[in-house]
């Protein structure tokens, strides 16, 4: 089911991912070079340019996502991503995967919230995630979602800033974990890298 994607990804030449960005014939958005382009340092001292990545990487997803029958949306006016879709078809293994792994601790176990019209984060004390679909829709979108939004690294609480970039970085793992696993690159979650 998920080797549908792969000639959307090879096509539009963004396949892998995170190795050049969107690939050598895509280009990142010029906001997103222009947020990393003021910080100088290490991806721990510029969170925005492991954020960068993570966006970049996220959009060649969604660009290969949506020119897929399978994982466009029906029944839309506009070409929209079927996350939901692309979770159903990694499958519970592929969450199993990730908290065995311990590839996404935070993202799983402490998730990110979402703000609501009256300016408050919802729900107050998240529960950790369960299942494939949450880990998709609710930690690697909405991670994205508020980075994009301007939620990330815009002060907070102690500790806001180094979580914010922990969430970017799992979320980013996850989402390249899941091209892997989509595409077979390690035949299953069970065998060896």
Not at 6 to 30: C, R, Y
Not at 97 to 106: E, M, W
């Amino acid at each position: 089911m998920l080797d549908c994607l792969l000639p959307d990804l090879k096509v539009h030449n963004i396949w892998p991912l995170s190795e050049g960005g969107f690939g050598s014939g895509m280009h990142t958005p010029a906001a997103l070079l222009a947020l990393g382009s003021s910080y100088r340092g290490s991806s721990m001292n510029n969170p925005h340019a492991a954020a960068t990545k993570f966006a970049a990487d996220f959009g060649a997803m969604e660009y290969a996502l949506k020119r897929s029958p399978r994982y466009r949306r029906k029944n839309k006016a506009i070409a929209e991503a079927d996350w939901d879709a692309f979770a159903r078809d990694l499958g519970q293994g592929f969450f199993d995967h990730v908290v065995k792994s311990g590839l996404a601790k935070t993202l799983v176990g402490e998730p990110p919230r979402r703000l609501l019209a009256d300016m408050q984060w919802a729900p107050p004390n998240p529960v950790p995630l369960s299942n494939v679909a949450q880990l998709i829709v609710n930690g690697v979108c909405r991670v994205r979602n508020s980075y994009f939004h301007g939620e990330k690294f815009t002060g907070g609480p102690a500790g806001q800033w180094e979580r914010d970039a922990k969430l970017i970085e799992e979320a980013h793992a996850v989402l390249k974990e899941a091209q892997k696993f989509a595409f077979n690159q390690r035949g299953s979650v069970e065998d060896p890298v």
